[in-house]
């Protein structure tokens, strides 16, 4: 029995070293292509901050109940017989 539990504890660690060595393989070669972490230009960083959805009044008032919807519900934990008619 105590051979066992020995070989079990030798197979786990021996496990735990194994995975700890791929992690430090697969690091070094994130690092030598550096690609995918290149920063992101400054006009395309510009052009990702831009909404491409414009706003419209008929489209901030549907927001606006909605919203007001969601607040409602969070704070009652359900919706009103009106909104929920809908």
């Known amino acids: 029995m105590r051979n066992v539990i020995l070989l079990l504890c030798a ?9 700890f060595a791929q992690q430090g ?5 994130d690092s030598k292509g550096a690609d995918a972490l290149a920063p992101i230009p ?10 491409p959805v414009k706003l419209t009044p008929e489209g901030f008032g549907e927001a606006k109940v909605r919203w007001n919807l ?8 359900k919706a009103p017989a009106a909104a929920a008619a809908k």
Request: glycine letters at 6%; zero cysteines.
């Open 25 to 29: 393989d697969t690091k070094s070669k």
């Open 70 to 77: 969601v607040n409602v519900v969070r704070s009652f934990g």
């Open 11 to 19: 197979v786990f660690f021996l496990g735990i070293a194994v995975s």
């Open 42 to 51: 400054p006009e395309d960083a510009d052009a990702a901050k831009k909404n």
